[in-house]
């Protein structure tokens, strides 16, 4: 195909979107031309499911939960006044308290205001803050954005030095909606007792964002924290980044996160569209779809073009592979669905994995994700913005031949792709972006048959976790008691012979950390013999 060829298809394939500007360009996957036709009886069915879920079905049948994120950024659309006006009231109080943090009205110690932030969270609860921090985010900001999302002490620690003396200056947000993930409580006592070292209270920089009635919620009203704000059990996770768990930070760290609501608002207006032609959310599942065969046969490789992007991928990860990674359809059918994602920002990848992505297997499709504005200095002059690195040329100008060069060379090796472009990296366009790939992962669930809003497997391995925290406990018991031996010795005495693997790690961990453990080091790693 030649570019002329090229050019028409590019102009007959193209969904512009105006009214949220953005653009989706699906020319380079090579579905044929009644593919879109034969799939309309499908999603239709989709459509109809997703207008039934923002209703307020039941969506997620293992804890008969609502799912409602929808309702987040247009409450007139939830299923009750009461609702509507939950929701409104808490992004008003979420403005006010953002507000009254940043010019000072809540101090923190030395009657000083707040120059930094500490988000504790994992998953969902950390993934969208990071995003949009890292989207939104600028050496000028105020007040700083530091994470704890996850439960590596070396990586605590590493932050909490960062801060040094500002932990005086640090408010913490601790977001969790049950209150129990112990990723989340670990760090919330870490913490703690980083600010207890320094001689202050926890509770005077602490905010809640979790469920009412929560074990988190039950701690913080009894210690007297700063604020609560609550997470809705018809909200997960993973789409749970306008609600409280990000416009919290976001607010804090001085986004607009009114212009974030309305993004991904106009976003659900556009993506509601029966005509297909016309909705990047309805054209995105389908070359979901047609490209990993109804299965997830292929990756999909996430390549924005724009570093304040860079986190976009991970974000999708959880996003896409939670929700649409499941064993069983919803007729209970073995099917292993899922959507493998990945990927980094361009061109950071033309010297990193586009080389495999070219000549290697060919397993994958590119989501493009190309930015027309090359920086905020173009209003400002400022030289990154406006420098000609060659005559006539600027750095921007380069990173676009980049990402055209790298798809057009995609293509010419048969490499399917399709690019999102949008105007630019605001609160509005990331609650865009936010609102499009939340969408398209709803209706492609429904072409699919399954269920995007439950998560099994995750939980199984919440379980498996504590049943190993629960068998160190009884090794070092033994320990403590006189005991010693090798892992499989250990394993037998304890009543737990098909465990000795895990023994053993637990064993080597403790020794390693010096927690009372020593270890008679044998020429054969496993043989090695542990006592208190």
């Known amino acids: 195909m030649d570019n002329r060829e090229l050019w028409t298809k590019y102009k007959d394939r193209l969904c512009v979107c105006p009214k949220i500007g953005l653009t989706l360009d699906i020319s380079r996957m090579n579905f044929s ?24 079905a039941i969506a997620n049948a293992d804890e008969n939960r609502m799912v409602g994120h929808y309702w987040l950024r247009n409450p007139e659309k939830a299923p009750s006044d009461t609702l509507s006006q939950t929701i409104t009231q808490t992004i008003a109080d979420i403005k006010a308290f953002a507000a009254d943090i940043r ?51 070396d990586g605590m620690e590493k932050v909490i030095e960062s801060l040094g003396r500002n932990l005086a200056r640090t408010l913490t947000v601790v977001i969790s909606k049950s209150g129990g993930t112990k990723e989340t409580r670990n760090g919330m006592l870490v913490a703690a007792a980083a600010y207890k070292v320094m001689g202050l209270s926890f509770p005077q920089f602490a905010v809640a964002v979790t469920g009412l009635g929560s074990e988190l919620d039950k701690t913080a009203e009894a210690q007297g924290w700063l604020k609560r704000f609550p997470m809705w059990d018809w909200v997960g996770g993973r789409t749970s980044e306008l609600s409280a768990v990000g416009l919290v930070p976001a607010a804090i760290g001085g986004v607009n996160i009114d212009a974030m609501l309305k993004g ?16 990047p959310a ?7 779809y047609y490209a990993g065969h109804g299965r997830g046969a292929k990756d999909m490789v996430v390549l924005p073009y724009k570093d304040r992007l860079g986190l976009l991928s991970k974000y999708l990860q959880q996003l896409v592979m939670e929700s649409l990674g499941k064993e069983k359809d919803r007729s209970g059918q073995i099917v292993h669905q899922g959507i493998a994602v990945y990927g980094n920002k361009g061109s950071t990848d033309q010297h990193a994995y586009v080389q495999q992505l070219r000549e290697g297997v060919n397993n994958f499709f590119v989501t493009f994700v190309a930015v027309l504005t090359d920086a905020a200095g173009l209003k400002t002059g400022r030289a990154a913005a406006r420098l000609e690195v060659d005559p006539g040329v600027t750095s921007g100008d380069y990173l676009n031949g980049f990402f055209q060069g790298t798809r057009r060379a995609l293509f010419e090796n048969g490499r399917e792709s399709m690019t999102i472009t949008v105007d630019d990296v605001s609160p509005r366009t990331i609650g865009t972006l936010l609102a499009l790939f939340e969408r398209a992962v709803g209706l ?17 391995g919440k379980k ?24 499989d010795e250990i394993a037998q005495t304890i009543g737990a012979p098909d465990e000795a693997e895990t023994v053993f790690h637990i064993l080597r961990h403790l020794a390693a950390n010096d927690r009372g453990v020593n270890v008679t080091e044998s020429a054969e790693l496993t043989a090695a013999v542990f006592s208190a």
Do not use: C
């Open 282 to 288: 309805a054209l995105m599942a389908l070359m979901w």
């Open 464 to 487: 498996a976790a504590t049943a190993v925290i629960a068998l160190q406990g009884r090794v070092m018991e033994h320990l403590k008691s006189g005991g010693r031996g090798t892992a």
């Open 264 to 279: 991904a608002r106009d976003t659900d207006a556009v993506t509601r569209r029966p005509d297909i032609k016309k909705n």
């Open 103 to 153: 010019r000072g009205g809540i101090r923190s110690a030395g009657d000083k205001k707040f120059s930094d932030l500490l988000v504790i969270g994992i998953g969902g609860s950390a993934l969208g803050p990071q995003f949009v921090a890292e989207a939104l985010g600028s050496a000028k900001d105020r007040i700083k954005i530091h994470f704890f999302d996850n439960t590596d002490p």
């Open 33 to 56: 031309d009644t593919f879109i036709a034969d799939m309309m009886p499908a999603m239709k069915k989709a459509f109809t499911a997703m207008e039934q879920l923002e209703s307020g």
């Open 444 to 460: 492609y669930a429904e072409l699919v048959n399954i269920n995007a809003y439950h998560q099994p497997g995750v939980e199984a």
